[in-house]
């Protein structure tokens, strides 16, 4: 039925026509033309070489890259990289109008390990793949595969070592037979380092081509091949370091020993006791604390927190400046009787005035008391001894000689065979056995001498009073090595020289100036002297 006959029938009761179809679309516009291409700007002409710019090119100052590099770089920036971990700086503009360090730079040939770095130092975020980023990063630098016996970390460590060493395994294994001695950080190193007893049995039962293990797994399958490698070694470390060790013990045991025969028998030390004693019983007088007859040393690091009325002077500036004027005195006294005053004219001994005599004292006082902390250059070397550390180091010794006996007696008895690091470890054991018995006895004698010291200062001291005492005057030289600087620095005394015309010359004086200087030092009129010689006994009786 065509669409006419459909249109043409009755439409049912009820119902309207539909509307009738809208019209069509309009046809699509063409396409709008493309632009114009850009002109081409060609480059402009070369100057004139007579107006040429003073300016160097940019080419000078930096050396542009060429095409293909820069091709290439292209190429890297459109390929992905692997994010790195960040590295935080400052950075820099290259300036192009004058010469840079940084221009040079872009013009070497250095070149990075893209694939090492990235392993290195390639991001990840966290915890996560550690453990990966540490199997790449050994397994970038391991070049073959060998057959894993021993501890990977130890293997190699010990690898790195023998081939910082330059030593060669043979060179170990004759020493091992024969008792020669190897270096010492080698030795300490390779018992650090030696195979468990399951990793030695391994190392034992491995019948392979041997070229299939490790330089470290080598090495240790030809030592495990002497019977008792390891304990040998302990031998060998025992006969290269001892003579190092007792040396060191002795200088120690003699340090102490003069420390003690100076601390006693320095006259100065005791005369700063005796002062520092009087001073303490004046200011404590009247109170339970006064009337002392002895105190402990450490009482001398407490004089330079008392302070005087003014708020600057310590107690121990005030015991130097006694010090200092009661040994000025007697200096000057010793230099008076030492020496001749003969040839003095009666016009030399009247030129010093009295202030002048009392400085040049000060002066001589000074002298010597700051003298004190080099005549004491012992006590302050023997603070620094450990006496713990210096027993300790002694029963080592003795404690490894003892085993390196037994080992000798058992288990190098029991091989068959002789060999000669049997004669040459015997040969070292009778030696070591004297060194090891004089230095014991050494070690009772001075740490005896060390306790009497104590006591000599202490009374009844303990075990370690001796050792504690050189520290704490040590630490009081310290303190009277800046006491008398500041003494020094508050007189301000003038360097006394000799002034025109103040002194008649006579022809012998000229033939030896330089005697005038010496000379001048000891001009005192007699009657100033013998009150000098007075008044100095009076202070000594009197002073602290």
């Not at 026509?17 to 699509?28: F, K, M, Q, S, V």
């Not at 060179?171 to 080698?186: H, I, R």
């Not at 001291?461 to 050189?470: A, Y």
Request: aromatic share 6%.
């Amino acid at each position: 039925m065509s669409a006419n006959a459909h249109a043409s029938l009755p439409l049912p009761p009820g119902k309207c026509a539909p509307p009738p179809p809208g019209p069509l679309p309009p046809p699509p516009k063409p396409p709008a033309p493309r632009p114009p291409p850009p002109p081409k700007v060609r480059a402009p002409n070369p100057p004139k070489s007579g107006n040429l710019p003073n300016l160097l090119p940019l080419g000078a100052h930096q050396r542009g890259r060429s095409s293909e590099e820069e091709g290439s770089d292209l190429g890297e920036f459109d390929a992905p990289k692997t994010k790195l971990k960040p590295f935080f700086w400052d950075k820099v503009l290259a300036n192009p109008d004058h010469s840079m360090v940084w221009h040079e730079i872009r013009a070497g040939s250095f070149q990075f390990n893209e694939e090492m770095m990235e392993s290195l130092f390639g991001y990840i975020p966290g915890d996560q793949g550690k453990d990966d980023r540490r199997k790449t990063s050994s397994s970038f630098y391991q070049t073959s595969q060998y057959i894993q016996i021993i501890d990977a970390k130890k293997s190699q460590n010990l690898a790195i070592l023998l081939k910082a060493l330059n030593v060669t395994t043979e060179e170990v294994f004759d020493a091992l037979e024969e008792g020669n001695e190897l270096p010492p950080d080698l030795t300490r190193t390779l018992l650090k380092m030696a195979p468990t007893p399951d990793e030695e049995l391994k190392l034992r039962l491995f019948v392979g081509d041997i070229s299939q293990l490790g330089p470290a797994e080598r090495f240790l399958k030809s030592m495990v091949a002497v019977p008792f490698a390891f304990k040998r070694m302990e031998a060998l470390l025992l006969k290269c370091s001892l003579q190092e060790e007792v040396s060191s013990i002795k200088e120690s045991f003699a340090i102490l020993e003069v420390a003690c025969k100076e601390l006693r028998n320095s006259r100065l030390f005791l005369k700063l006791l005796e002062a520092v004693l009087k001073t303490g019983n004046r200011m404590n007088d009247g109170t339970f604390r006064g009337g002392a007859q002895a105190f402990k040393l450490d009482t001398l690091l407490k004089l330079s927190d008392v302070k005087g009325t003014d708020g600057k002077t310590t107690l121990l500036n005030f015991v130097v400046q006694e010090i200092v004027r009661s040994e000025g005195l007697k200096a000057a006294r010793r230099l008076r009787e030492s020496q001749s005053t003969a040839s003095v004219q009666t016009e030399d001994l009247v030129e010093d005035s009295a202030q002048e005599s009392v400085d040049y004292h000060f002066n001589l006082g000074l002298q010597v008391v700051s003298g004190l902390s080099n005549e004491l250059e012992n006590v302050r070397k023997a603070s620094l001894i450990d006496g713990e550390i210096l027993s300790a180091a002694v029963m080592k010794l003795s404690q490894s000689l003892v085993k390196n006996k037994e080992f000798l007696d058992t288990d190098m008895g029991s091989l068959e065979e002789e060999s000669k690091f049997h004669d040459t470890l015997t040969n070292f054991i009778q030696h070591a056995d004297q060194e090891v018995t004089c230095l014991l006895e050494e070690e009772k004698r001075i740490m005896s001498l060390v306790k009497s010291t104590g006591d000599y200062f202490h009374g009844n001291s303990g075990k370690d009073e001796g050792l504690r005492l050189f520290s704490v005057v040590s630490d009081f030289l310290i303190m009277l090595d800046k006491a008398c600087s500041m003494v020094r620095n508050s007189k301000n005394l003038p360097v006394k020289t000799p002034r025109k015309g103040s002194l008649t010359t006579s022809p012998s004086q000229e033939s030896c100036p330089e005697s005038l200087p010496d000379i001048r030092k000891q001009l005192f009129p007699a009657i100033q002297e013998r009150q000098m010689h007075n008044s100095s006994s009076d202070n000594e009786s009197s002073s602290p």
